[in-house]
T-cell receptor
Framework: AQTVTQSQPEMSVQEAETVTLSCTYD???????LFWYKQPPSRQMILVIR??????QNATENRFSVNFQKAAKSFSLKISDSQLGDAAMYFC????????????FGQGTELSVKP | KAGVTQTPRYLIKTRGQQVTLSCSPI?????VSWYQQTPGQGLQFLFE???????NKGNFPGRFSGRQFSNSRSEMNVSTLELGDSALYLC?????????FGPGTRLTVL
């Protein structure tokens, strides 16, 4: 069975600083995708960044980047120049390539941003 | 392109009733997945529909069912509602390797 674990229930960062959210996962499959989703108080789930397991290069989207360590099954999210609007619940998720549209989510990390 | 839409956004029902939730995916997407989000259990996968066929199913009782129409719109039905069914129900529209979520339907069972 596949699992996703986020060991930090809550994190806090000062505005304009950098923060890293951790995620580990477990799967015996070799083809999969990893995601970070953001869920602000509106509860809308927003895709932040996506990583394909076969790509060694870490994905980057503006201020968001990941550190993908396939052998260690680790997938952390780095947010640079944190902004007040980054405050939200962040979910790490795993999608196995040949298992259709079943996302497996971690428990989430609540990020607060201090002005 | 328009995003994923879900209706209604809010619902209040009483125990024993049934409810139907609707999801319209992004144009061109043929796969719709449904998730239940609760404070205690987090985000759990309910089922996925692709081209009008259920392709995947999570570990939920038979009271939870769904279907997909030829235009890819999907409905989810919960019969004989229980208090524990109170949750945010999210649907996601899939392109290969990515899922985009709708705003969710907040169901409260009294």
């Amino acid at each position: 069975a596949q699992t996703v674990t986020q060991s930090q229930p809550e994190m806090s960062v000062q505005e304009a600083e950098t923060v890293t959210l951790s995620c580990t996962y477990d799967t015996s499959e070799s083809d999969y995708y990893l995601f970070w989703y953001k869920q602000p108080p509106s509860r809308q789930m927003i895709l932040v960044i996506r990583q394909e397991a076969y790509k060694q290069q870490n994905a980057t989207e503006n201020r968001f980047s990941v550190n993908f360590q396939k052998a260690a099954k680790s997938f952390s999210l780095k947010i640079s120049d944190s902004q007040l609007g980054d405050a939200a619940m962040y979910f790490c998720a795993l999608l196995i390539y040949n298992q259709g549209g079943k996302l497996i989510f971690g428990q989430g990390t609540e990020l607060s941003v201090k002005p | 392109k328009a995003g994923v839409t879900q209706t209604p956004r809010y619902l209040i029902k009483t125990r024993g009733q049934q409810v139907t939730l609707s999801c319209s995916p992004i144009s061109g997407h043929r796969s719709v997945s449904w998730y239940q989000q609760t404070p205690g259990q987090g985000l759990q996968f309910l089922f996925e529909y692709f081209s009008e066929t259920q392709r995947n199913k999570g570990n939920f009782p038979g009271r939870f069912s769904g279907r997909q129409f030829s235009n890819s719109r999907s409905e989810m039905n919960v019969s004989t509602l229980e208090l524990g069914d109170s949750a945010l129900y999210l649907c996601a529209s899939s392109s290969p390797g990515t899922q985009y979520f709708g705003p969710g339907t907040r169901l409260t069972v009294l």
